[in-house]
């Protein structure tokens, strides 16, 4: 069920990408480092823990209103409160973005997770839809970033799937051509139903800072 969706949701970015031939191209690739900090209460208690992960980041700019990216990241989270375990974090996206007016783009994609600790793999899989506003600062040289929206289809395995799923962050671009650097903070939360008079939520907040090129216009 959760590849069907993704599924779906590559195949609809897809079909919204312009002929390449048609348009001039922009190309930008980073290097991502990120502290991330896993908050899960289960009603008996919070588990925290926390690390930093390591990726990169790939995009690609059909003209001026339409951009197709995506981003992996992989490293260890540890504990930080006696409930938690150590785990391990993989995670990889893609996220189709239309400029509705020039501040604002309209986005879609879809994300594969997965929590490795020494007794089970838990994955999540979603689908996220939402809105990124964009400033321009500096003639055009730095951006603000503040970006919001839904998960209106999440999948855990293991778990009943979660009833709310938002996302929200803030953060800076800047571009020195052929350089580009970004720091971005997200906070994503989920809300399970209840189960035997107990409510779970789980909450993951990242703090990313990447570093690359970019190629074209």
Excluded: K
Excluded at 7 to 14: C, D, P, R, S
Excluded at 67 to 76: D, K, Q
Excluded at 150 to 165: I, K, Q
Excluded at 194 to 204: I, V
């Amino acid at each position: 069920m959760s590849g069907r969706a993704l599924g779906l949701v590559v195949v609809a970015i897809t079909l919204c990408a312009p002929p390449v031939g048609a348009q001039r191209l922009g190309m930008s690739g980073l290097v991502l480092g990120s502290r991330m900090e896993h908050r899960v209460n289960a009603g008996l208690g919070v588990e925290q823990a926390s690390g930093f992960v390591f990726g990169g980041q790939g995009r690609v700019r059909f003209g001026s209103w339409f951009e197709l990216g995506g981003h992996g990241f992989v490293g260890t989270l540890t504990p930080d409160s006696t409930f938690a375990t150590e785990r391990r974090v993989t995670e990889a996206d893609v996220v189709g973005s239309l400029t509705a007016i020039p501040w604002l783009a309209l986005q879609v994609g879809g994300s594969i997770r997965s929590y490795e600790g020494t007794l089970a793999r838990q994955r999540w899989a979603s689908v996220r839809v939402g809105g990124e506003g964009r400033l321009d600062l500096a003639r055009g040289r730095m951006r603000g970033i503040v970006r919001a929206g839904l998960m209106p289809y999440v999948e855990v395995s293991g778990l009943t799937n979660p009833t709310t799923a938002l996302y929200a962050g803030a953060g800076l671009e800047i571009e020195l051509r052929p350089f580009v650097a970004c720091i971005i903070y997200q906070l994503e939360r989920y809300d399970f139903p209840a189960q035997a008079g107990l409510e779970r939520s789980e909450q993951l907040a990242s703090l990313t800072a990447g570093l690359g090129i970019a190629l074209g216009r």
